[in-house]
């Protein structure tokens, strides 16, 4: 018996309508307690290690070994979610994370500023929840009749967008309070997840059986020029965004803007993401693609030009908002595209090596917003993502590939 005809199996038992399937709905409770702790990471990290070590520089480099963490879970993860008992992995890497958090607040209480100790904590709880990620995703694939499929990754994405509102605020204010609050509620979360997810009907004895190998999916990037643009692009893009959001944080934080509107900056950022997300379904099927990465790319970079010369939060917060309006589009034309052109039983491992090559620039961007924001004034250290995007924007210039991709709509019959 195939693994592809265990799955089909499993998922005939489960109702194709979703507010009816209730294994959909515990993972959905599940998933999104998970996400809320990731969510608090973000945040948090980059206040704790201020407040810690007195340092943006220091701060950064300790940003950046969290990001290292996540960079090393990325591949293990695909592949344990693939290989062993989803229950246990959950239940041992959440546990992991919780010993990080419950660790941290003993640091916070015993007011331990070892730098070593927190660049650990970190590295450890960003490590756990980015193998807990393929592991929640691949488990939705058992639980979802395939016809239904595209509504739950629907229905999680904008629960996603939701969270990106909500949780950047919500753990500002609590980390205003005390850096104890947030490392508690994420700790509360990853319990929350591993009471449920035991109760998902889910196969887990089986092995994912493949003769194409794990790495499968960096030779697909590679024979393909324009997703091997695409990715190169993307890595800048990402080390950009990181950069961004840090040199934010960092910056707001030395001019005694309060960490509740610093999480507000947040907030107005995900609107601009959210609104991205809404318009992307109406605008990547009619635009030629080309066009629309590298015109997104130059609207980003001349409104963070913009965000890196203001001094006024009102107009930071507007500015910053309207930047990011693109990227989504970036994203469902990167990831249709993808989808479009990779067939299904590799579609895991590409997007694992997709994963992975675009987050390879993210442990640099925590060094250079630390150090740009102690040796520049203001915002101008923002200048460094421009860079990034502005090499970007070159690279896929330069690519015929890039230049000439059609419309959303156009990719598979191009792709024939």
Same mark, same amino acid.
């Given at each position: 018996?195939t693994y592809?005809?265990?799955?089909?199996? @499993?998922?005939? $038992?489960?109702?194709?309508? *979703?507010?009816? $399937?209730?294994?959909?709905?515990?993972?959905?409770?599940?998933?999104?307690?998970?996400?809320?702790a990731?969510?608090? $990471?973000s945040?948090?990290?980059? *206040?704790?290690?201020?407040?810690?070590?007195?340092?943006?520089?220091?701060?950064?480099?300790?940003?950046?070994?969290?990001?290292?963490g996540?960079?090393?879970?990325?591949?293990?993860?695909?592949?344990?979610?693939?290989?062993?008992?989803?229950?246990?992995? @959950? *239940?041992?890497?959440?546990?992991?994370?919780i010993?990080?958090?419950?660790?941290?607040?003993?640091?916070?209480?015993?007011?331990?500023?070892?730098g070593?100790?927190?660049?650990?904590?970190?590295?450890?709880?960003?490590?756990?929840?980015?193998?807990?990620?393929?592991?929640?995703?691949?488990?939705?694939?058992?639980?979802?009749?395939?016809?239904k499929?595209?509504?739950?990754?629907?229905?999680n994405?904008?629960?996603s967008?939701?969270?990106?509102?909500?949780?950047?605020?919500?753990? #500002?204010?609590?980390? #205003?309070?005390?850096?104890?609050?947030?490392?508690?509620?994420?700790?509360?979360?990853?319990?929350?997840?591993?009471?449920?997810?035991?109760?998902? +009907?889910?196969?887990?004895?089986?092995?994912l059986?493949?003769?194409?190998?794990? *790495?499968?999916?960096?030779?697909?990037?590679?024979?393909?020029?324009?997703?091997?643009?695409?990715?190169?692009?993307?890595?800048?893009? $990402?080390?950009?965004?990181s950069?961004?959001?840090?040199?934010?944080?960092?910056?707001?934080?030395?001019? @005694?803007?309060?960490v509740f @509107?610093?999480?507000?900056?947040?907030? !107005?950022?995900?609107?601009?993401?959210?609104?991205?997300?809404?318009?992307?379904?109406?605008?990547? +099927?009619?635009?030629?693609?080309?066009?629309l990465?590298?015109?997104?790319?130059?609207?980003?970079?001349?409104?963070?030009?913009?965000?890196?010369?203001?001094?006024?939060?009102?107009?930071?917060?507007?500015?910053?908002?309207?930047?990011?309006? +693109?990227?989504?589009?970036?994203?469902?034309?990167?990831?249709?595209?993808?989808?479009?052109?990779?067939?299904?039983?590799?579609?895991?491992?590409?997007?694992?090596?997709?994963?992975?090559?675009?987050?390879?620039?993210?442990?640099?961007?925590?060094?250079?917003?630390?150090?740009?924001?102690?040796?520049? +004034?203001?915002?101008?250290?923002?200048?460094?993502?421009? !860079?990034?995007?502005?090499?970007?924007?070159?690279?896929?210039?330069?690519?015929?590939?890039?230049?000439?991709?059609?419309?959303?709509?156009?990719?598979?019959?191009?792709?024939?």
């Amino acid at each position: 018996m195939t693994y592809k005809t265990l799955i089909t199996e @499993n998922v005939e $038992n489960h109702s194709s309508n *979703l507010l009816k $399937n209730t294994g959909y709905k515990r993972w959905f409770i599940a998933d999104t307690a998970t996400e809320i702790a990731t969510g608090i $990471n973000s945040l948090v990290f980059p *206040l704790l290690a201020l407040h810690f070590m007195q340092s943006s520089a220091s701060a950064g480099f300790l940003v950046s070994v969290s990001s290292i963490g996540s960079l090393i879970g990325l591949l293990p993860g695909g592949y344990i979610a693939d290989t062993y008992n989803r229950r246990k992995v @959950n *239940l041992i890497f959440s546990t992991i994370a919780i010993t990080g958090y419950l660790s941290i607040i003993l640091a916070i209480r015993e007011q331990i500023s070892s730098g070593a100790l927190l660049a650990f904590l970190f590295a450890i709880i960003s490590f756990s929840t980015a193998v807990l990620a393929p592991v929640f995703t691949s488990s939705l694939k058992q639980l979802v009749p395939s016809a239904k499929f595209a509504q739950a990754m629907g229905a999680n994405e904008a629960r996603s967008a939701l969270l990106a509102l909500a949780v950047p605020p919500v753990a #500002g204010l609590l980390a #205003g309070i005390s850096g104890v609050f947030p490392c508690v509620v994420a700790l509360v979360c990853l319990v929350s997840s591993i009471a449920v997810f035991p109760s998902l +009907p889910l196969r887990t004895t089986e092995k994912l059986q493949n003769k194409d190998g794990v *790495l499968v999916g960096f030779s697909l990037i590679w024979k393909n020029p324009a997703l091997r643009t695409l990715m190169f692009a993307g890595m800048l893009i $990402n080390a950009a965004v990181s950069t961004v959001m840090l040199v934010l944080i960092f910056s707001l934080k030395q001019e @005694n803007v309060t960490v509740f @509107n610093i999480g507000l900056v947040q907030t !107005a950022i995900a609107v601009g993401a959210l609104s991205g997300a809404i318009l992307s379904g109406f605008v990547v +099927p009619r635009i030629k693609s080309g066009v629309l990465i590298i015109g997104s790319l130059c609207w980003i970079s001349v409104f963070l030009c913009v965000v890196a010369l203001s001094t006024n939060i009102l107009f930071i917060t507007i500015f910053a908002a309207i930047s990011v309006v +693109p990227g989504p589009m970036l994203n469902a034309t990167l990831m249709g595209y993808t989808l479009s052109i990779t067939p299904a039983h590799q579609q895991g491992r590409l997007d694992a090596a997709m994963s992975l090559i675009a987050s390879l620039a993210a442990p640099v961007a925590p060094l250079i917003s630390g150090i740009g924001t102690e040796v520049l +004034p203001g915002k101008l250290a923002i200048l460094f993502a421009v !860079a990034f995007i502005v090499v970007a924007v070159l690279l896929c210039l330069l690519s015929p590939e890039i230049r000439t991709l059609q419309k959303g709509r156009d990719w598979a019959q191009e792709e024939g």
